[in-house]
Structures are given as structure tokens and as C-alpha cells.
């Protein structure tokens, strides 16, 4: 199994308690040597003169030596910042225009905040002013608040002179700022290795603070390594203007992640955006006129749903290197904008596409943000020989087949989601096998049950999951499976291989050939020690499950849309299937049973099936047969089929033999709201 980082969350809080200058009685050392009141040198207790390295036991390290300065009001000349101060933001700090401020690796600005004053305490780089913030990985530049809340301060603010479609000086919506002219190449300085932490102050419903705001900032401009958390507005908003930006890291903004409107067209290259916690809105939201920005390398992963992109008015983009995971929603169209607008990867966007993909963008990079959480994506491919337990926090993607070999058990706890990460020509080799003598433990629950999908989230698109037993079979003992020619059958029918419960398997079902085809679940010769209860089959190309002889029992099964058959069984199964719902609702489907072969008699004890598009119910083959009780049919043109003309004694229902004259349509056995634990996921 390879695994790679696929997310990175939460900033370990920084000590920023107000730090004094190391003089007074209380912290006073002794007199050096000569008897001379000590100072503190670049922190250290210098008992000689100050600069002149000192030795002895003078010479000691002077414990909270960074001093304090306060930041406040504006400055029209050039300001360069001590890293071994820390300043203390009071108010709103200006810098006018023709005057840069310079901020060295290292710096920290704290902004202290009393109740009422969020709004009006932001740092603000005017129109015709410069900025330099001079970070490095190992000390990057930190804005922060001092009571470390969300909305505490009003962040960065900078003011450009390229084009928007607000105009030339606009009036921005916070502090009545003006920006806006006619000069794309305007440069307002540059930014690398930035921490922006706890802003977005609301100043009405309508208008607040981000964590970084660029109002028409020109592509003279340099922004790089940029990391915007806690915000509860947006982490960047760009108002118009051409800015670039690069490698930005983006954590928790209550509102939108990346925003912008009035026409921005700069790229934004390498963006990681994370959702951990509830309250946040969306990864994107663009409004306005379609500036066409462009996106390359966007990843955005969310732990608690909601929507990725939104799109407002006639707003775009250019995307390339698309990665989304965890989101209900990929593509919000908010004002049924064109979809042609949003190029992704050369083609129109496409709501229906979750977007799901490996990473593209490595959150190593921003290792730099010094994040004490993480999660994980990791591969899933080859062949396991040991125990292995996934990681519901984890995104699993399949890639290629998976085997668990002999002697090995797979668990997989609640919630965890594997997606089939299928590319063109590779459906049928994309799959999960429980190899005969191995295990699987999947421990889903109603509220959280273990999801196995795919990428492109279209029927037959991989080949579900297989079990391999050593249970008795038509077929002998070691047959080939139809499928990977896989070995399966023996001798004993209380085999175990393992425990199912709370699963759902969607667009499963890849085809071989005409004659043989992958299913949801596949069960081959399995035997009745294992458990296989609620189960959801979902939008398959062939069949929902299929037993291939063995004893196996299953509980609490439900079937939609599968394309051929919703339940099959050869090879002489002789289970008992409990509680099944089938649902057809769209064209293309074959049976809710088809059963083949030898007659295994197995059991089906409540079945209910549901067709709102015709067909025909059950379909029998050859000798095969079951004892049917609780057997209710809706909606079906046909209820028995007996292909091949095998006895109507074979298959018992409520203790007679079948008719093929009855519509069995009597009220619904099984109570579809059963399941309800899939329709929620």
C-alpha cells in the first residue's frame, strides 16, 4: 500500500503572551564583574560592556528579552520591522502612499483587540504604497490576534491601481478605501512566507474583513507562500485586478476559501484548501463579470460536506489539476451561469463530476505552517498477507486490484470511504478480493456506513468487491472464477471469511466480455460463518450481488438500479437472503432474481421488489429453484419466468408452487425505510 499526505490541518498555537524587555528589579542578575548593572544583548546577561561577548558566571540567557512596540496609526515613509520585536497592532495601521513597509523573517504582529474594535484593527498597504514581507520557510512572517478567535482582527489589506470593474478609485466596502486604475503591471511589493490567523471581522451582514484582500492589485505585484487560517470570512478575496499568487494554504475560513469578484484575471497556482470543522461556506466562490482568472493545481478536501466551487452571475474560470474530496456539492452553478464559463482540464465543468482525485498539490509544501494534525490519503493496490485496519479519517483510493491474501483479514471501520481511482481500459482490474482463507471486517453503522464508489461515479465503472470461500459448489473444488481467474470452493460450509455490516457499493459492475462481468458483490463459495447484514447495491452495470454457490446468509439487503439482475445466484447456493428491497426506476435493468443452475433451494424470507419501468420479477433457469416467503411485487409486466421450462414445484412460494399467472403484487413486506441509513449517503 503507498500513502501520501493528503491534507494537513490545524496550526499549533504559537506563545504570544505579552513579552517585556529583561530590566527591573525582579529580573534582575547580578552585577557582572566590575560590579556594573548587567544588560541584556541579543538575550543574553552581560555583565560587561554591552556587544562584548562576556564569560564567567555572568553570562546567562535572558529569559523573555524580545520587547514589545505598538503598531498603530500610518506611516508615509519607508518602515522596516525588528524580528526581535514583537508588535502589538492597535487600531488600524496605514501605509501611505509612496512609503514600503518592510517585515523581516520572523516578524510577529499581534493584533490586540479590545471588544468592539475588529473592525478598525487591520494593517492596510494604500494605493501607490509598497509592502515587503521577507519570510522564510523556518521563520515565516506571522499576523495574529491575541485572543486567538476567528473574526478577532480585520488582516491584511492591499490597495492596487490595476483594472477592476468597480473602476478607477473605487470605494472599497471596508475603511472607505480607494483603489482601482488603469495599470495591470502596478506592483504593491511582495509577499512570501506569511501566516495570517483569526481574521475576517464582520463590519455588517453584507461586508467584512478577510484574511487577505487585494483590492485591484497589480501583476507587479509578488505573492508566494501565503497560509490564511481561522478566518470567519474569506482566506484571500481578490476585487478585481491582476495579482498572481502561489502556493497559498488556506484552513478553516468560515466562508469561502478562495473568493473573488469584479473581474480578477491573475492565476493562482498550487492552492490547498482544507475544511475540518463545521460553519465553513465554500473552497470557491467567484461573482461578477467573468475576468477568466486561471487555477492550476487547485486541491480541496473537506471532512464535513458541503459545497467545493460556487459560481455567481456570469463568473469563471480556467482550471487545471483539479483535486476534490469530501464535498457534497463539486460545482455550484448559483445563477445558472454557463457551465462552458469554467473550463476544467480543457472541458466545460460538469456538476454531475465529483471531482474526486488524488491530490494535486503536495501539502508537504506547506510543512512550513507548522500544522500539528494531519490525514492521510492513501493508495490502496497489490496484495496485503497481514492483518491490515484502515483509517476512517483517511481517503482511501483504489487503484487497481486489492488483494487480501490467505490468512490476512482486512478491517475497515465506520466511515471510511474507498473510491475506485478508475483511468480509461481499466474498470475490470480495478477491485477488492477477499482471497480464499482471508478475511474482511467492515464495521460501518447506520450513521456511518463504509462506502466504496468511484471517481467517476458512473455504473460498471469498476469490480466491486469479491469474496473467494471454501464452501461446497457446483462448480468443484479450486474452480477458476469467471473473474481475475481467481481460485474459490471447497469442502466446508461453515467457512468464515469475515463480517460485512453497513456497506454501500456504488458503479460497480465493469464488464469482461459479453458473457462475464464483475457485480457489487460477488460471493464465491461462501461459506455460512460469515456475516453479511445491511448491504446497499447501488447503479451497477451487471448484478447487484451474486452467489456463486456456497451457504452464506445475508440480512437487510438493499438493490437499485442494478442493470441486469438485482439478486443472482448459480453454482447450487443454498443460503437464506432476509429482508431485501429491490428498486428499478430507470430503464435498462433485467430482473430483481435471476437464479441459474443446479437447485441449492436456497431461501429468500421477505422480498420485496419494486419496478416503476416494467419487466419481469424473478427468472428461473434450468433446475434452479427457492422457497420464497413474504414475497411482494409491484410495478412488474412479468412475476415468474421459468427460461427453460423448469418444474413449477421448484420454486415454493408461501408453501405451494409457483404461478406464473399471479402478480404477487400484495403491499410491501419489507419497509423501505429500513433503509434509510443509504439514502443519507
Known amino acids: 500500500m503507498k500513502s501520501r499526505k493528503f491534507l494537513a490541518m490545524g496550526l499549533v498555537s504559537l506563545a504570544m503572551g505579552l513579552i517585556v524587555s529583561c530590566s527591573g528589579d525582579d529580573n534582575s542578575p547580578d552585577p557582572g564583574p566590575d560590579g556594573a548593572a548587567p544588560t541584556c544583548t541579543d538575550g543574553i546577561k552581560n555583565g560587561d560592556e554591552e556587544g562584548v561577548d562576556c564569560g564567567g558566571s555572568a553570562c546567562t540567557a535572558c529569559p523573555d528579552s524580545t520587547t514589545t512596540e505598538n503598531l498603530e496609526g500610518s506611516t508615509t515613509e519607508d518602515v522596516t520591522l525588528d524580528s526581535n520585536i514583537t508588535y502589538s497592532l492597535k487600531g488600524n495601521y496605514s501605509v501611505e502612499s509612496g512609503a514600503t513597509l518592510t517585515i523581516p523573517a520572523g516578524t510577529k504582529i499581534i493584533a490586540d483587540v479590545e471588544e468592539g474594535q475588529n473592525t478598525s484593527t487591520y494593517i492596510v498597504i494604500q494605493k501607490g504604497a509598497k509592502i515587503d514581507i521577507q519570510g522564510t520557510a523556518s521563520n515565516p512572517v506571522t499576523m495574529t490576534s491575541a485572543n486567538e478567535e476567528p473574526g478577532d482582527w480585520g488582516g491584511l489589506v492591499i490597495l492596487g491601481d490595476a483594472p477592476t470593474t468597480a473602476g478607477v478609485d473605487a470605494v472599497a466596502e471596508v475603511g472607505q478605501l480607494t483603489y482601482g486604475g488603469s495599470n495591470g503591471s502596478d506592483d504593491s511589493g511582495s509577499i512570501n512566507y506569511l501566516i495570517i490567523n483569526y481574521a475576517g471581522a464582520s463590519i455588517n451582514p453584507e461586508s467584512q474583513f478577510n484574511g487577505l484582500t487585494l483590492y485591484a492589485v497589480g501583476s ?49 497556482t498550487n492552492a490547498y484548501v482544507l475544511h475540518s470543522i463545521e460553519g465553513f461556506s465554500t473552497a470557491v466562490e467567484a461573482d461578477g463579470e467573468n475576468g477568466n482568472p486561471t487555477l492550476e493545481n487547485l ?85 496485503i498477507t497481514s492483518d491490515l485496519t484502515l483509517d476512517a479519517d483517511v481517503s482511501y483510493f483504489l487503484s487497481g486490484n486489492f488483494s487480501v491474501e490467505e490468512g490476512a483479514t482486512l478491517t475497515i471501520p465506520a466511515g ?121 447495491l447501488l447503479n451497477g452495470t451487471d448484478d447487484g450481488v451474486e452467489f456463486f454457490g456456497g451457504t452464506v ?97 421448484n420454486v415454493q412460494i408461501e408453501g405451494v408452487d409457483s404461478d406464473p399467472t399471479q402478480s404477487y403484487e400484495v403491499e410491501a413486506i419489507v419497509d423501505v425505510s429500513t433503509f434509510s441509513w443509504v439514502t443519507g449517503n
Open 220 to 268: 507587479g505585484t509578488t505573492i508566494q507562500n501565503v497560509a490564511l487560517l481561522n478566518g470567519t470570512d474569506d482566506g484571500v478575496e481578490f476585487f478585481g485586478g491582476t495579482v498572481n499568487a502561489t502556493n497559498l494554504y488556506l484552513e478553516n475560513n468560515q466562508d469561502d476559501a478562495i473568493d473573488w469578484t469584479e473581474g480578477w484575471n491573475g492565476t493562482l
Open 299 to 383: 486541491t480541496a478536501v473537506s471532512s464535513t460536506g458541503g459545497t467545493a466551487l460556487q459560481f455567481k452571475i456570469e463568473s469563471g474560470a480556467t482550471i487545471t489539476g483539479l483535486s476534490l474530496a469530501g464535498y457534497e456539492t463539486s460545482f455550484d452553478f448559483r445563477d445558472d451561469g454557463a457551465f462552458s464559463n469554467v473550463q476544467i482540464d480543457g472541458a466545460d465543468a460538469d456538476p454531475s463530476n465529483a471531482y474526486l482525485a488524488p491530490a494535486t498539490v503536495d501539502v508537504a509544501s506547506f510543512d512550513w505552517v507548522n500544522s500539528s494534525t494531519e490525514v492521510t490519503t492513501s493508495v490502496l493496490e497489490g496484495n
Open 416 to 536: 471510511t470511504v474507498i473510491t475506485a481511482d478508475v483511468e480509461e481500459g481499466e474498470e475490470t482490474s480495478t477491485y477488492i478480493v477477499i482471497q480464499k482463507g482471508a478475511q474482511i471486517d467492515i464495521q460501518g453503522t447506520a450513521a456511518n456506513p463504509v462506502v466504496m464508489t468511484s471517481i467517476n461515479q458512473e455504473p460498471g465503472d469498476w469490480g466491486g468487491l469479491v469474496i473467494l470461500g471454501d464452501a461446497t459448489t457446483t462448480a468443484g473444488i479450486n474452480a477458476i472464477a469467471e473473474v481475475g481467474q481467481l481460485t474459490y470452493g471447497g469442502s466446508d460450509d461453515t467457512d468464515n471469511s469475515g463480517t460485512i455490516d453497513y456497506l454501500i457499493i456504488n458503479y460497480a459492475g465493469a464488464s469482461i466480455n459479453p458473457e462475464s462481468q464483475f457485480n457489487g458483490l460477488t460471493l464465491y463459495a461462501v461459506g455460512s460463518g460469515t456475516t453479511i447484514t445491511n448491504v446497499a
Open 553 to 649: 446468509n445475508a440480512t437487510n439487503m438493499y438493490l437499485e438500479n442494478n442493470e441486469d439482475d438485482a439478486i443472482d445466484w448459480t453454482e447450487g447456493w443454498s443460503g437464506t437472503l432476509t429482508n431485501a428491497y429491490v428498486s428499478h426506476t430507470i430503464q435498462g435493468f433485467s430482473t430483481a432474481v435471476e437464479a441459474d443452475g443446479e437447485n441449492g433451494n436456497p431461501t429468500l424470507t421477505n422480498l420485496t421488489a419494486v419496478s416503476s419501468t416494467g419487466g419481469t420479477a424473478l427468472q428461473f433457469k434450468i433446475e434452479s429453484g427457492a422457497t420464497i416467503t413474504g414475497l411482494s411485487l409491484s410495478g412488474y409486466e412479468t412475476a415468474l419466468d421459468f427460461r427453460d421450462d423448469g418444474a413449477l414445484s
